[in-house]
């Protein structure tokens, strides 16, 4: 992937940008906002989730920015956006998809990030932070706050799945502890500290963990291991209630 930091640095190709909204104003607006940029190249566009997946592959963007909710589809429903984001990402691993909604909504949230999505943005947002956002996602980092990633954890923090997902066996026990820690929202520094680790190396056994997940983002395994906990430890009851 060309990745480009900013717009000073004038030696590498532009952040291929690819568009898809089912409306034409929209795509043009976001064209005319992202081709601005010296850095950036709006390579194709779509208007429905035909179109992208069959326009996608073929241009090989660095960036997709899919709207959520195109809602021209019975399958799907709603948030068609979010199906061809899962689709885009099974066939271009490599793609960043940064996903821009006009409803503020912790189910779509959700099943964006699962998904495979890079990034998370209402379309109220800001002409110059959307440009960051598109660079951030192509740099290789997720675009999501902490406030976005508690919405995500919080939101799975209800009926426990039957059981976790096979790759959790390949985990050694320290694999294992560093996911629950993950899951709990703690960072690099703090799991460090925590297991008397250095940073550098839970930072590799993480990107290990992620591997045998066969999972891409930080918030997928913390979901994981959210899921996992909630199976493992269930509600207790209040002691006169145990037998």
Known sequence: MNVTPGP??????????????????????LRDLLDTEPDMAVVGDAA??????????ALRPDV???????GSSEEH??????????????RLPGLACLMLTSFDDDEALFDAIMAGAAG???????GSDLVAAVRTVASGKSMLSPEVTARVLTRVRG???????????????????????VGEGLTNRQIADRLYLAE?????????????????????????AERVRDREDPPRHPPDQQA
């Open 8 to 29: 000073d640095d004038g030696e590498r190709e532009p952040i291929r940008v690819f568009l898809l909204d089912d409306h034409e104003v929209v795509r043009r607006g």
């Open 48 to 57: 429905d989730a035909r179109q992208a997946l069959a326009r996608v592959p």
């Open 64 to 70: 997709a920015v899919l709207d959520v909710r195109l």
């Open 77 to 90: 429903g709603d948030d068609e956006g979010i199906m061809v984001c899962r689709e885009l990402r099974a």
């Open 120 to 126: 998370y943005a209402l379309k109220q947002i800001k």
């Open 200 to 224: 550098k190396s839970v930072k590799n056994r993480i990107s290990t963990i992620l591997s045998k997940l066969k999972v891409e983002r930080r918030i997928q395994a913390a979901v994981i």
């Open 159 to 181: 009926p426990a799945t039957p059981t976790g997902p096979p790759e959790l066996a390949r985990l050694t026990p320290r694999e294992r502890e560093i996911l629950d820690l």
